[in-house]
């Protein structure tokens, strides 16, 4: 988990400095803060089980095990990217390691993931499907859709809020009525459970309950972790709408730094350790930041592919 | 050959695709007993209620969960019990389920069939009479099909269901009871192919749906005139047959196309630029078009036969083109 988070925060501090640069298009989120979140949730879930996430999914991506190289090339909307261009970040997809989608209208995997689960159920594996939004996101009418059928259906779900307090730059409080959303998991009559989401290990433990429970056959969960975002809304936002305070408040509980001090209490790593785990990730952002860079970009007329099996006139 | 009607057609490709393959199954409000026309009823009977699955009133999570189901192995058909519902889940079906190939480069297939009950009759009233079939064709990533017999709805629900991409079958409501013959044997309509389905040389009526029979009363009727029509019914308009329908059109020199929905913004206005485009040199006479008015779907009887375009449409157009 350690080294997925410092992947993750690496590979998007190198997006943000790109994209500072003019090399990747478009918009993008930042999950800087919360890897825990991404890591922790990860960690239990297999290769084969699925994930669907949101408009700021690059950590998700990464922590489900998608390929570096592939998320960096789509950012920059090369060829080589694992959508071929077509996604970019909000709606990037590695179908290979179960990751069916960054979403770029949120709240949509809340009513995708019932379905995933029953799939699952019919085809009689044991993968569990998992989807995470965002609290802004648990308010639109899809999560109450989604978690009611989940729940009827008794489907291995696990919902996961990422709560980071902020919807753009709406406040929590302005937005979410009931101040809980692991609590709406009672109107279902599914677990709900409140973590700390800056800390990896509570979000994992958590998480692993869940996943058993659901591979059990024991139906849904609903997980609200509760987290910071270090970055704006999206990269160039002013963040006019808060403190500095309140960022400095959540860098003081980085996740990631907690994670290391934990792991160096429990004498699990130690600085040298820790340098070559480093300096791994440092080769491996560097790795995709070449790729994308010296990879090609499509071909216009690339434009009309992919849209159907058959048919590729696109009439 | 067996004379089915237009709701015991589907029922049966429902049916015999769903024994074809355990992977197929339905999904909607109220499906376990076939309401609100029937195209469902005894599967539940059959093949038990894993798979004829009564979902509750949640219109983004039954085709959320069906995109959700088909990207992950599934093949599932969805009743969308009145087209008009479809709003409640547009998101799912404009965003989702149109854009997952494209956006994530191929990489995932969403084989999903769509069964929309849709059109004007019985003085439903606005939330359950009109026909958007235009609505989808707008929106790349669809396939989208409209039969307008037994045989056709049969087949193209067939290959619907086969189809690795998302389709869309438009069944108008006014058909469910109409009778017509059925082929014994499993017969698959191909996407993409038009069907003449009567022969003529002065006029090419192109009809979609309930308006092709309208069509072919309205060639009755001008027949005794000395008029001779041809009716030709794309049957899917995405994928669109051009070089069938442009065929007809350079044999009658003489088009007019007939639909139920909004004159606004339509099919057949798509169509007319494609004919347009194809067989300008060929044409007669400019295009005439036979469609609803732009409103919705009125109550009250003589409201809604004022909306409803017919035969007596068809024939006004067709003299005019011909004159
Ligand atoms: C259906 C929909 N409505 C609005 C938006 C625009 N939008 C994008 S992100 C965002 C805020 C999301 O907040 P939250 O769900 O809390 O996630 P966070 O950004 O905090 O991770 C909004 C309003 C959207 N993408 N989709």
Redesign the pocket.
């Known amino acids: 988990m350690y080294a997925t988070m410092l992947r993750i925060r690496r590979a998007e501090e190198r997006a943000r400095e790109l994209y500072a640069a003019g090399r990747i298009p478009g918009f993008i989120?930042l999950?800087i803060g919360?890897e825990a979140v991404a890591a922790g949730v990860c960690a239990p879930l297999q290769r084969d089980d699925y994930l669907l996430s949101?408009?700021?999914g690059h950590g998700h991506l990464i922590a489900k095990g998608g390929s570096l190289r592939g998320f960096m090339a789509e950012l920059y909307g090369k060829a080589t990217g694992c959508c071929k261009g077509k996604g970019g970040s909000m709606h990037i997809a590695d179908a290979s390691v179960g990751y069916l989608g960054a979403n770029?209208?949120?709240?949509?995997g809340c009513v995708l993931a019932p379905g995933v689960g029953q799939s699952i159920q019919m085809r009689g594996t044991d993968q569990v499907a998992v989807t995470i939004?965002?609290?802004?996101?648990?308010n639109?009418g899809p999560f109450h859709e989604g978690v009611n059928l989940a729940a009827l259906w008794k489907v291995p779900v696990v919902f996961v809020c990422?709560?980071?307090f902020?919807?753009?730059t709406?406040a929590h409080d302005l937005s979410t009525a009931g101040g809980s959303i692991a609590a709406r998991a009672a109107g279902y009559g599914i677990p709900g459970a409140t973590v700390d989401g800056n800390d990896a290990l509570a979000v994992y433990l958590a998480m692993e309950s869940a996943v058993a429970r659901a591979r059990a056959g024991e139906g849904p969960s609903l997980i609200e972790a509760r987290t910071v975002?270090f970055m704006g809304?999206f990269e160039g936002d002013p963040q006019g709408y808060r403190s500095r305070g309140e960022v400095e408040g959540g860098r003081q509980r980085d996740p990631i730094a907690r994670l290391r001090a934990h792991l160096e209490e429990a004498k699990l790593l130690d600085a040298a350790h820790a340098a070559r785990v480093a300096a791994a990730v440092e080769a491996e952002v560097q790795d995709a930041v070449d790729f994308a860079e010296s990879s090609p970009l499509p071909a216009p007329e690339d434009a009309l592919q992919d849209l159907f099996v058959h048919y590729p006139w696109s009439d | 050959m067996p004379v089915l009607d237009f709701g015991d057609a589907l029922n049966l490709a429902l049916r015999e695709e769903m024994r074809r393959d355990p992977r197929v199954y339905c999904i909607g409000e109220d499906i376990v007993l076939g309401v609100p026309f029937g195209v469902t009823k005894g599967l539940a009977e059959e093949f038990g209620p894993a798979r004829v699955r009564n979902a509750p009133i949640s219109e983004a999570a039954i085709v959320g969960s069906a995109m959700g189901a088909a990207i992950t192995g599934l093949v599932p058909v969805v009743d969308m019990h009145f087209a008009d519902f479809v709003t409640c889940a547009m998101?799912e079906v404009a965003n989702q389920i149109a854009k997952s190939r494209y956006m994530f480069g191929g990489q995932i297939s969403c084989p999903l069939t769509l069964r929309m009950p849709y059109g004007i009759g019985k003085s439903a009233g606005g939330h359950h009479s009109n026909s958007v079939e235009a609505w989808f064709v707008n929106i790349p990533g669809l396939k989208v099909c409209i039969p307008s017999t037994p045989a056709d709805a049969r087949g193209l629900l067939k290959t619907a269901i086969r189809d690795p991409d998302p389709v869309l079958i438009f069944e108008h409501r006014g058909l469910y009871r109409v009778t017509g013959e059925v082929p014994e044997a499993e017969t698959l309509v191909p996407l993409g192919l038009a069907d003449v389905k009567r022969r003529g040389i002065d006029v090419t009526v192109i009809a979609t749906a309930r308006m092709v029979g309208e069509s072919l009363a309205a060639a009755d009727r001008l027949a005794g005139e000395g008029i001779s029509v041809e009716v030709v019914d794309p049957r899917s308009l995405v994928p669109l047959d051009r070089e069938g329908l442009a065929a007809s059109v350079r044999k009658t020199h003489r088009v007019v196309i007939a639909e139920e929905g909004p004159m606004r913004g339509s099919v057949g206005a798509w169509l007319a630029w494609v004919i347009m485009e194809a067989c300008f040199d060929d044409l007669d006479a400019p295009i005439a078009r036979v469609a609803g008015p732009n409103i919705p779907i009125p109550f009250s009887p003589p409201l809604e036969a004022f909306a409803t375009p017919g035969a007596a449409d068809v024939v006004d157009a067709i003299r005019r083109v011909v004159k």
């Open positions: 989120h999950s919360q949101t408009h700021r770029g209208v949120l709240t949509s939004f965002g609290d802004g996101a648990a639109r990422e709560n980071n902020w919807a753009s709406t975002r809304h | 998101d």
